[in-house]
């Protein structure tokens, strides 16, 4: 089975359609599918619900959907950075679901692993828990939050052999893992490509089984969402 596909565009053919339930992996602007997010941007693919653990910066990242309206609900757990994502929200114009970082985190996990639900303490006796099921152990109280199962997964990673087994690059390794276990299609953009077997069995972060198609993207851009100077002192 041949996972590897010539370009971005490729990759999403046949799959993205309009008003689907897609994960894209990151955290902030480290370690998203730049070349993804553009080829879904292209695509027109519209009334999307997105999961992100949030919504990119404007004019980059998820915010280029956010431009073309193609983003009909976020499911995020921050989305400070972002403000026509701010205008759209309060203007009644995109839908938002809250999520704890950590619970959003075990959502994907758990849907990845076949779980369809689990209870954690998180949210109780807040917002977050309204409309839940509670149930007590051990004389706390929880909440019981479902999984969630993308019907795609954009994801970034670092290399990939042929078979879709992947090695991430330090931060970019954060969201990106789980999002390729829930997806039920999963799509890789990584920056090198190698041929089965070149990897250490022990090296690898996460298996191909998970993996359905692999674009290469040599050279992103990875911008800095903020950069801080240190001034050095005397100077």
């Given at each position: 089975?041949?996972?590897?596909?010539?370009?971005?565009?490729?990759?999403?053919?046949?799959?993205?359609?309009?008003?689907?339930?897609?994960?894209?992996?990151?955290?902030?602007?480290?370690?998203?599918?730049?070349?993804?997010?553009?080829?879904?941007?292209?695509?027109?693919?519209?009334?999307?619900?997105?999961?992100?653990?949030?919504?990119?910066?404007?004019?980059?990242?998820?915010?280029?959907?956010?431009?073309?309206?193609?983003?009909?609900?976020?499911?995020?757990?921050?989305?400070?950075?972002?403000?026509?994502?701010?205008?759209?929200?309060?203007?009644?114009?995109?839908?938002?679901?809250?999520?704890?970082?950590?619970?959003?985190?075990?959502?994907?996990?758990?849907?990845?692993?076949?779980?369809?639900?689990?209870?954690?303490?998180?949210?109780?006796?807040?917002?977050?828990?309204?409309?839940?099921?509670?149930?007590?152990?051990?004389?706390?109280?929880?909440?019981?939050?479902?999984?969630?199962?993308?019907?795609?997964?954009?994801?970034?990673?670092?290399?990939?052999?042929?078979?879709g087994n992947l090695l991430f690059r330090r931060t970019a390794r954060n969201f990106n893992p789980a999002v390729a276990m829930a997806g039920k299609i999963t799509i890789v953009e990584v920056e090198e490509i190698v041929e089965t077997g070149r990897f250490d069995p022990d090296a690898v972060h996460l298996p191909g089984i998970y993996v359905h198609r692999i674009v290469l993207n040599a050279t992103p851009e990875k911008r800095i969402?903020?950069?801080?100077?240190?001034?050095?002192?005397?100077?």
């Amino acid at each position: 089975m041949n996972k590897v596909y010539p370009s971005a565009k490729a990759a999403l053919d046949g799959v993205v359609k309009d008003g689907q339930l897609l994960a894209v992996g990151g955290f902030g602007l480290c370690g998203i599918p730049e070349a993804l997010i553009d080829a879904l941007r292209d695509s027109g693919a519209k009334d999307l619900t997105v999961i992100s653990n949030n919504a990119g910066v404007d004019g980059f990242g998820l915010g280029k959907l956010l431009d073309t309206r193609q983003i009909k609900k976020m499911i995020s757990s921050y989305v400070g950075e972002n403000k026509e994502f701010e205008r759209q929200f309060l203007a009644g114009e995109l839908e938002l679901e809250f999520t704890p970082q950590g619970t959003l985190a075990e959502k994907l996990r758990a849907g990845g692993a076949g779980i369809p639900a689990f209870y954690t303490k998180t949210g109780v006796g807040t917002m977050v828990a309204e409309g839940k099921e509670p149930r007590e152990f051990d004389g706390a109280v929880y909440v019981m939050e479902r999984s969630l199962l993308p019907e795609v997964s954009l994801v970034k990673a670092w290399k990939a052999d042929k078979s879709g087994n992947l090695l991430f690059r330090r931060t970019a390794r954060n969201f990106n893992p789980a999002v390729a276990m829930a997806g039920k299609i999963t799509i890789v953009e990584v920056e090198e490509i190698v041929e089965t077997g070149r990897f250490d069995p022990d090296a690898v972060h996460l298996p191909g089984i998970y993996v359905h198609r692999i674009v290469l993207n040599a050279t992103p851009e990875k911008r800095i969402e903020k950069r801080t100077i240190t001034e050095k002192a005397g100077v």
